[in-house]
């Protein structure tokens, strides 16, 4: 069997505990190097995990290895350019979301791999729990009918992280909003196939973050502090549909809200985490589905069903590079509408 080459670019945290034991668990492809901007530490991260080659210059691990797959696990700033070599050079490219910085740069990575007759998806990993698979296919059968009004959560209460870049506004492109709201609006969007956006509204604070230098996850500098710790938006739907995203790293609330989705349909409605679909009866909550937790890696899937595609199978479940500018596009619409106090029309 020819395996797949793969290279990991950026040998962190992400990459260490997400995507290359993922691509270890194949047979069908072979991490062959890693790049990190630190020589010191791309030899230790190689040495580690047995890879055979490490590198500090992404055009030489091109020039040099040819990877038929390319995973990009750097800091958001950083997307663009190490995704869009990679597809120069002939590569499928999986990238950590966010797609990148600006919407501009996710559209020209989606216009780059098509041309090119590439896979390009970015580890939107909520698509593949289990529970937006099911939930997925019953909006699809129309249980809960037409869906007006959609609320995604993702609010920390003490959450501004203590590690990496996060409050790095250069680095990192914003908060909460772009690290965790990112998740549920593509989850969102994705179980309704992706309807057309008429415009967006949003507020965004910087309330706790600057004032306070230890929460749940760790410590932080104040003075260092350059992202929003919560950002509230409505996103206005060509269709007449509304949907609310919620995000926080920092909230006077009394505790974690979580990664959530709500629905309400004229139908019914539905939670997707857990994942329960619901009625009304005479004025009684009606139970119409119910799906405990299940032990599963959406991780691990995303990242196989990206391989599988890379191989010639079909997958609409992978985030593509389409789909990916389309969330860029949103995310950048609300920090664009927070920062001028106005609506941006799509």
Known sequence: MNKKKVAIIGGGQVAEKNHLPSYREREDVEVVAVLNQSESNARAFAKRH????????????????????????????????HVMEALYSGSHVFCEKPPSIAAAEAKEMNELARSRDLVLGYNFQHRFSE??????????????????????????RSGV???????????????????????????????????????????????IGPYKSEGSFGKWNPEEY????????????????????????????????????????????????PLEIYS????????????KAIDINPEKRSIHSFINK????????????????KIQKLVESLYRSAEIGESVYL
């Not at 698979?133 to 959560?153: C, D, F, M, Q």
């Not at 949907?243 to 790293?249: N, V």
């Not at 009304?280 to 799906?291: F, I, T, V």
């Open 310 to 325: 890379c191989l010639g199978e079909h997958d609409e479940w992978v985030a593509n590079g389409e789909e990916g500018y």
């Open 226 to 273: 350059e992202v929003e710790d919560s950002l509230f938006g409505f996103i206005e739907l060509t269709n007449g549909g509304l949907i609310q995203i919620d995000t926080s790293f920092a909230l006077h609330i009394q505790k974690d809200k979580k990664m959530n989705i709500e629905f309400c349909g004229d139908k019914a409605g539905a939670t997707l985490y």
């Open 131 to 156: 529970e937006t698979v099911i939930l997925r296919n019953k909006v699809r059968e129309g249980v809960l009918g037409e869906i007006y009004h959609t609320k995604a959560s993702a609010l920390r």
């Open 50 to 81: 047995t890879i055979p080659q490490s590198y500090t210059d992404l055009k030489e691990l091109l020039t040099v290895e040819k990877p038929d797959i390319v995973s990009v696990c750097t800091p958001n700033k950083y997307h663009y350019q």
């Open 280 to 291: 009304d009866h005479k004025g009684k909550l009606a139970p119409l589905y119910e799906q």
């Open 161 to 207: 992280p203590g590690w990496g870049n996060f409050i790095n506004k250069d680095l990192q492109g914003g908060g909460p909003l772009i690290d965790l709201g990112i998740h549920m609006l593509d989850s969102a969007f994705f179980i309704m196939d992706f309807p057309e956006v008429k415009k967006v509204t949003a507020k965004m604070f910087q309330k």
